[in-house]
């Protein structure tokens, strides 16, 4: 067996494991970066495997860091090191005139700073905005992946003031302005502009960014538009740049920079520990179900089945006809019926980042199926693309959703006094009284109004 010094540097993130093997000069033999999906043990032991098949069984001295690493080091036996140290020793070895370090991870952003010998450290750990979960979360609103967001911004012209502080705040601000035709460019843009914005000023909190920056973690790594977007908004030359090789990889490498030489094991040793079961849930707790019983669920299913709308086949219908489009904030859906409100064909699908797209998609499909003896007499839209579908389609009308609620609600019981909405990003409990919307209380993503 060889029995040089080899230190073992393991990274448990939230969303990610990262391992580095370095040598006795601190050169990196062998690194990887997984996402662990919440199996931290088995994604650790595929990338510990890969390690071995190409290094053969080292004899390691190995240390865990990062906000999932204590639980796994107290069961595998390994040194745990706060990822802060981990993090500033790697670059005190590696970027020693690093004045200040941005970290953004799976979950959580850091800023560190280094000033006369001291280290300040600032992060958001309790929620996951302006992170890389966030972004990931912004991406699937546009159809792509964080890449696709970083290919997108490349070529951006406008940006929007997004909040980046959580991310139904920010899907609030990013949908309207999908259904309103902004392009997935400027959006994205938009985005990271907004991981930007939330950082310096949700950590920062008014501290100076000053001297030679370093980006650091798998967001700042890999999405060069987002770290683009950091040095544009921090007014960096490329003198006060930080360039790191393996900049995703720092809390890893400094954990490994602080292994202990009196804890050591083989490679094959790690992998038998890894192959142990080790319990690493955690408890949940769960609320009260919604009906304690089968027959209490059936007979709520029985009572709001009471009103239903009549169908009819809009193949064989003659006359005039009323289009209605809801263009929803994640779904689009239209409606067409007859003289005496019969439904005669309705239409419903996300808006796949285009309400626009999935409305012509409907139009298309009615005309298709519309006779000769059926006429359109009047159109109207609502919701929070009625502007953007009355101006496209040339529509008679647009109507508050509100008031539209109300006269669907009143169509099948004029004595309505109370409509509950819950929609893809609000919540709306509508009061009527005399016949007219009296308030109406919306929760929009956590806000009340």
Not at 40 to 52: A, G, M, P, Q
Not at 264 to 282: N, P, Q, W
């Amino acid at each position: 067996m060889d029995n040089r010094y080899y230190t073992l540097g393991i990274d448990i993130g939230s969303t990610t494991v990262k391992i580095a093997i370095l040598d006795d000069s601190n050169k990196i033999l062998f690194s990887d970066y997984k996402r662990h999906f919440a199996n931290i043990r088995e994604t650790l032991s595929d990338l510990l495997d890969e390690s071995y098949n190409q290094l053969g069984n080292l004899k390691l001295h190995p240390m865990i860091t990062g906000s999932g690493g204590l639980t796994l080091a107290n069961h595998l036996k390994v040194p745990f090191v706060q990822e802060v140290i981990s993090v500033a020793t790697a670059l005190k070895q590696l970027a020693p005139k690093t004045d200040v370090a941005i970290e953004l991870g799976g979950e959580d952003a850091k800023i560190i700073y280094f000033e006369g010998g001291n280290v300040e450290q600032r992060m958001n750990g309790i929620c996951a905005g302006g992170t890389g979960s966030f972004i990931d979360q912004m991406a699937s609103l546009l159809q792509t992946d964080a890449s696709g967001l970083n290919e997108y911004a490349k070529d951006y012209r406008s940006l929007y003031t997004i909040a980046a502080r959580c991310g139904v705040f920010a899907k609030s601000d990013i949908q309207p302005l999908i259904n309103d035709g902004a392009t997935k460019e400027d959006l994205s843009a938009s985005i990271f502009q907004a991981v930007v914005n939330q950082t310096i000023s949700g950590l920062a909190c008014g501290k100076p960014i000053r001297g030679h920056v370093a980006f650091l973690g798998g967001p700042l790594h890999f999405l060069s538009e987002l770290k683009t977007a950091f040095i544009r908004t921090l007014k960096l030359d490329k003198e006060h740049i930080i360039e790191t090789e393996h900049s995703h990889l720092f809390a890893a490498i400094g954990s490994a920079m602080n292994a202990k030489e009196d804890v050591a094991y083989t490679m094959e040793e790690m992998l038998g520990k890894l192959s142990s079961d080790i319990k690493m849930e955690f408890e949940v707790e769960r609320m009260e179900p919604l009906f304690s019983s089968p027959e209490e669920y059936e007979a709520f299913k029985k009572r709001h089945a009471g009103h239903h709308v009549k169908a009819g086949s809009l193949a064989s219908y003659k006359g005039g006809c009323f289009l209605g489009i809801d263009a929803g904030s994640t779904t689009t859906k239209a409606a067409l019926v007859g003289e005496d409100g019969t439904l005669l064909y309705s239409f419903y699908s996300n808006n796949d980042g285009s309400p626009l797209k999935t409305a012509i998609r409907a139009i298309r499909e009615i005309y298709a199926l519309m006779p000769a003896d059926a006429k359109i007499l009047r159109s109207c839209s609502t919701g929070y693309g009625e502007a953007l579908m009355k101006a496209a389609f040339l529509l008679d009308d647009g109507e508050v959703e509100t008031v539209a609620h109300y006269y669907a609600a009143a169509f099948f019981d004029p004595d309505v006094d109370c409509i509950l909405d819950i929609g893809g990003q609000d919540m709306k409990c509508i009061k009527i009284k005399n016949q007219t919307v009296e308030s109406c209380v919306i929760r929009w993503t956590g806000r009340r109004f």
